[in-house]
């Protein structure tokens, strides 16, 4: 296990290395007079762009660019006469504060969007998906499913304004959604969530219950389940210490990639919530052009799908031992 985890950190650092090659490039490989103008704002004049290209090193070739970059990272950098402490992104064009500290600033309320989301239709897609497989063509089959096709067809900036109007404005069954940090008081936390969550996770849950429905039925129809119930084993036995296990590697696999899905989920909720998330930050800075925050964002975003991937890759391996032997 330690040799094929080790492999996936390598694999990932070389990913993200390449994905912060690629981003330099998209938003830096520009003219340096207009990346200066941009940093400068409205008071620019042709002596403050010379400075500020020579303060960033928009002077240098594109590569040592990067590699300033890319060290900045690792080691900090000055930028004009600033030391920017590493983790170096840079100082954002709009606000001059440094871009590392303004995205850990609105990071927890973007993971808690996300973990909250991830726990809701973990457990009603997954539950739903199962109690259809176990009641196949039956009524709680045709309802469960039925369900699933509805809420997969719901987009969260129609789900949102219809909740909050229901739940919020006319009725006050639930708080107006807001962002209380878990550690201050974790009951006002998930009740300023539980409506973002519902409808970052509705979506999501239909998705997730026709999966496991899917991958359940296949599962029970396989050799080994018929062999685990001529043993004499109990229905709850066979449903869910075999063929759950076996239905998990579809999932697994799914969960990992709907991460990316969950952060682009986040912007659309966040927006329609008014959370001051990550979503809303890379909202606003693109409205704004600020370069070094949209960077900052998009390494961010890379590096938790990345993340996610290797501890789906972990459980991968946990409920399929064989894949440490071929990955």
């Known amino acids: 296990m330690l040799v094929f985890l080790v492999r996936r950190v390598i694999g990932a650092i070389l990913i993200l290395l390449v994905i912060s090659a690629i981003t330099f490039l998209l938003f830096f490989a520009v003219p340096g007079n207009e990346v200066a103008a941009l940093s400068c704002g409205k008071s620019c004049t042709p002596a403050l762009i010379e400075e500020i290209k020579r303060g960033l090193g928009l002077d240098q070739p594109i590569w040592q660019q990067y590699l300033t970059y890319l060290g900045g990272i690792f080691g900090g950098r000055m930028i004009g006469d600033k030391l920017c402490e590493a983790p170096c992104f840079g100082y954002s064009f709009v606000n001059r504060q440094p871009v590392f500290d303004t995205v850990v600033d609105r990071l927890p309320v973007t993971l808690s969007l996300a973990i909250g989301a991830v726990v809701l239709f973990l457990v009603f897609g997954v539950g739903l998906g199962m109690l259809a497989a176990l009641r196949k063509g039956k009524a709680a089959d045709k309802i469960a499913m039925g369900f699933a096709l509805v809420g997969g067809s719901m987009q969260i900036y129609v789900l949102a304004p219809f909740f909050l109007y229901i739940f919020v404005y006319s009725s006050d069954l639930l708080p107006r959604p807001n962002y209380v940090s878990f550690f201050d008081s974790p009951l006002d936390w998930a009740g300023g969530l539980i409506l973002p969550w519902i409808c970052l996770a509705l979506i999501h849950t239909a998705y997730y219950a026709r999966l496991t429905r899917s991958s359940m039925v296949d599962v029970l129809n396989e050799d080994f389940i018929r062999t685990v119930r001529a043993k004499g084993l109990s229905t709850r036995e066979v449903y869910v210490k075999h063929a759950f296990r076996g239905a998990m590697t579809p999932i697994a696999t799914i969960l990992g ?23 809303q930050l890379a909202v606003n800075s693109v409205l704004a052009s600020d370069l070094p925050m949209m960077m900052g964002v998009v390494m961010l975003a890379s590096a938790a799908v990345v993340v996610a991937n290797i501890i789906v890759d972990v459980v991968y391996a946990a409920i399929d031992p064989r894949i440490k032997v071929t990955a």
């Not at 990639?257 to 979503?279: K, M, P, Q, R, W």
């Open 257 to 279: 990639l709907d991460i990316a899905t969950l952060f682009a989920g986040a912007i659309i909720t966040e927006t329609s919530f008014s959370l001051v998330g990550v979503g």
